[in-house]
């Protein structure tokens, strides 16, 4: 098979390259062909296998850029439509963006190819995806990260889900780039290709028997009597949000909708639900508050808060008693700008309101709301699961609110839902999704969507919610574990390399 790849004009296996990291998004939401992951990357395994680093190189930027252009061309929505970008601005910085990206599987295949010289076996199940595990990781932090549409999100479905509470996301994609090589190795070993598959297709099958086998595993426990919690979907339009006709009609719109639920334990109103800042509404949250004494209710609302001192202000999550949460982790371009006196000049294209806002600090004290710790994310923070590992195991409940309005009937808000889900599963507790036009939903400890709003609609979830306690192994050693072994055993493949004297050509 290699040699018939090789036989190939070049131009052909770099364009099969594009167009496999193009279909990839396929595997995630809404459309959730999980199963193209396991060909996709087999091929480009195969592609890179036994090549020039810089071929390499070249094949694995080619894949990623398909990949990320398709995975993330949803930002055109919120550069173009509600930024005020120029379409060739908006649709160059997608695309540098993705490029940017690209570079994380680009060079994990030509350091795999220029310092590593071992079996073709050893490159496809242990080189390739232990290098493609470690810069997806590398993608997540660098430059404070955009760990958008990792592979192993895509599997929330599926048996590999019984992985998570260990290894998390990142380590069921692991086992999805193990299985991707298995696939390549029946396909490239020739006349012993009976042999080869005759073991490879036990070790896929039993690579899932030992997942579904984990599924079966409750790793916390339930704490107190269930709470019932009211979830608030306001589905303001993003381009009405910041009107200021609409200010006033959609502070009544939350206060009615709040107070038809004034018999909920807890009520939870979506990211920025109040167009505007605190201080402009004292008497509104005064009002509000004394009701929900009243009614022995605790209400947690989105708005934006300014630091007196240094006169900065905050995406933030209140309660009404008096509690806030300060978003930790900013979405560049839209909240501020990364490497100002670089990409500065983005500032004069972009029109989106409260651009350039300040971040709160990693550890902040947890909200404790109807009697229950909670674990919040803002926004995109859930895309980070080390986010969500600061408040862990104290919280015994997740909350992520969010406004996806912003990129409207695009993949991103079920994108976005999906991720939020193996939060869910990794820490082991419920994680109630709070979105402005959805998806808003209760998330059970176990990933599985328990009630959902719909889409696009004025919606109010009420349900009883039960908090749990206790640490998953996976809340214990986070990414660490899987990273420290993936580095010492890449060290160990380079080493026995430098020691043969055979490193690979560039």
Same mark, same amino acid.
């Given at each position: 098979?290699?040699?018939?790849?090789? /036989?190939?004009?070049?131009?052909?296996?770099?364009?099969?390259?594009?167009?496999?990291?193009?279909? @990839?998004?396929?595997?995630?939401?809404?459309?959730?062909?999980?199963? @193209?992951?396991?060909?996709?990357?087999?091929?480009?395994?195969?592609?890179?296998?036994?090549?020039?680093?810089?071929?390499?190189?070249?094949?694995?930027?080619?894949?990623?850029?398909?990949?990320?252009?398709?995975?993330?061309?949803?930002?055109?929505?919120?550069?173009?439509?509600?930024?005020?970008?120029?379409?060739?601005?908006?649709?160059?910085?997608?695309?540098?963006?993705?490029?940017?990206?690209?570079?994380?599987?680009?060079?994990?295949?030509?350091?795999?190819?220029?310092?590593?010289?071992?079996?073709?076996?050893?490159?496809?199940?242990?080189?390739?995806?232990?290098?493609?595990?470690?810069?997806?990781?590398?993608?997540?932090?660098?430059?404070?990260?955009?760990?958008?549409?990792?592979?192993?999100?895509?599997?929330?479905?599926?048996?590999?889900?019984?992985?998570?509470?260990?290894?998390?996301?990142?380590?069921?994609?692991?086992?999805?780039?193990?299985?991707?090589?298995?696939?390549?190795?029946?396909?490239?070993?020739?006349?012993?290709?009976?042999?080869?598959?005759?073991?490879?297709?036990?070790?896929?099958?039993?690579?899932?028997?030992?997942?579904?086998?984990?599924?079966?595993?409750?790793?916390?426990?339930?704490?107190?009597?269930?709470?019932?919690?009211?979830?608030?979907?306001?589905?303001?339009?993003?381009?009405?949000?910041?009107?200021?006709?609409?200010?006033?009609?959609?502070?009544?719109?939350?206060?009615?909708?709040?107070?038809?639920?004034?018999?909920?334990?807890?009520?939870?109103?979506?990211?920025?639900?109040?167009?505007?800042?605190?201080?402009?509404?004292?008497?509104?949250?005064?009002?509000?508050?004394?009701?929900?004494?009243? /009614?022995?209710?605790?209400?947690?609302?989105?708005?934006?808060?300014?630091?007196?001192?240094?006169?900065?202000?905050?995406? /933030?999550?209140?309660?009404?008693?008096?509690?806030?949460?300060?978003?930790?982790?900013?979405?560049?371009?839209?909240?501020?700008?990364?490497?100002?006196?670089?990409?500065?000049?983005?500032?004069?294209?972009?029109?989106?309101?409260? /651009?350039?806002?300040?971040?709160?600090?990693?550890?902040?004290?947890?909200?404790?709301?109807?009697?229950?710790?909670?674990?919040?994310?803002?926004?995109?923070?859930?895309?980070?699961?080390?986010?969500?590992?600061?408040?862990?195991?104290?919280?015994?409940?997740?909350?992520?609110?969010?406004?996806?309005?912003?990129?409207?009937?695009?993949?991103?808000?079920?994108?976005?839902?999906?991720?939020?889900?193996?939060?869910?599963?990794?820490?082991?507790?419920?994680?109630?999704?709070?979105?402005?036009?959805?998806?808003?939903?209760?998330?059970?400890?176990?990933?599985?969507?328990?009630?959902?709003?719909?889409?696009?609609?004025?919606?109010?979830?009420?349900?009883?919610?039960?908090?749990?306690?206790?640490?998953?192994?996976?809340?214990?050693?986070?990414?660490?574990? @899987?990273?420290?072994?993936?580095?010492?055993?890449?060290?160990?493949?380079?080493?026995?390399?430098?020691?043969?004297?055979?490193?690979?050509?560039?």
């Amino acid at each position: 098979m290699i040699k018939k790849i090789q /036989s190939n004009p070049y131009y052909l296996i770099e364009i099969f390259s594009l167009i496999s990291g193009a279909l @990839l998004p396929l595997s995630f939401a809404p459309y959730e062909f999980f199963w @193209l992951q396991f060909p996709l990357i087999a091929f480009i395994f195969i592609a890179c296998l036994e090549q020039k680093a810089s071929v390499a190189f070249r094949r694995g930027f080619l894949f990623g850029l398909g990949w990320f252009v398709h995975g993330i061309y949803w930002l055109y929505y919120s550069l173009y439509f509600h930024g005020g970008m120029p379409a060739p601005v908006a649709v160059t910085t997608i695309v540098l963006l993705s490029a940017y990206m690209a570079l994380f599987p680009a060079l994990a295949f030509y350091l795999s190819n220029r310092l590593i010289k071992t079996s073709k076996i050893n490159m496809l199940l242990i080189i390739y995806p232990l290098s493609w595990m470690l810069f997806d990781w590398l993608r997540g932090y660098f430059l404070t990260g955009f760990p958008w549409v990792q592979i192993g999100i895509a599997h929330i479905d599926t048996y590999l889900t019984g992985y998570a509470p260990l290894i998390g996301g990142l380590g069921i994609g692991l086992m999805v780039t193990l299985i991707s090589g298995l696939l390549a190795l029946t396909v490239i070993t020739g006349e012993s290709k009976n042999i080869i598959f005759k073991m490879t297709m036990p070790a896929i099958a039993m690579i899932y028997i030992v997942g579904f086998l984990l599924s079966l595993i409750n790793w916390t426990e339930a704490i107190d009597e269930p709470i019932k919690v009211s979830m608030i979907q306001g589905n303001v339009a993003q381009a009405e949000k910041w009107k200021k006709k609409n200010y006033r009609p959609t502070l009544q719109m939350y206060r009615e909708l709040t107070q038809q639920h004034w018999d909920s334990d807890l009520i939870i109103w979506p990211e920025t639900a109040v167009p505007g800042f605190k201080r402009k509404v004292p008497y509104y949250l005064e009002q509000l508050a004394k009701e929900a004494k009243e /009614s022995d209710t605790d209400v947690m609302l989105g708005l934006f808060t300014r630091n007196d001192i240094t006169q900065r202000y905050y995406n /933030s999550m209140i309660t009404l008693d008096d509690q806030v949460y300060l978003k930790r982790h900013l979405v560049p371009l839209g909240e501020y700008f990364p490497l100002r006196p670089v990409l500065g000049f983005f500032a004069q294209w972009v029109n989106i309101p409260m /651009s350039d806002i300040d971040s709160g600090d990693d550890i902040q004290p947890l909200i404790t709301a109807a009697g229950q710790k909670i674990g919040l994310t803002i926004c995109f923070e859930d895309a980070f699961d080390r986010s969500v590992l600061l408040d862990l195991p104290e919280a015994t409940l997740l909350v992520n609110v969010s406004n996806d309005a912003w990129f409207e009937n695009s993949s991103q808000p079920w994108q976005h839902h999906q991720i939020a889900r193996m939060r869910a599963l990794e820490a082991g507790r419920v994680l109630l999704r709070v979105t402005n036009t959805g998806v808003s939903s209760i998330i059970d400890r176990n990933g599985d969507v328990l009630h959902m709003s719909p889409q696009f609609k004025r919606h109010v979830i009420t349900a009883d919610v039960q908090a749990y306690k206790g640490a998953t192994p996976y809340v214990m050693w986070a990414n660490y574990l @899987l990273i420290i072994l993936a580095v010492i055993v890449i060290a160990g493949f380079y080493r026995n390399s430098r020691h043969s004297g055979v490193i690979a050509k560039k």
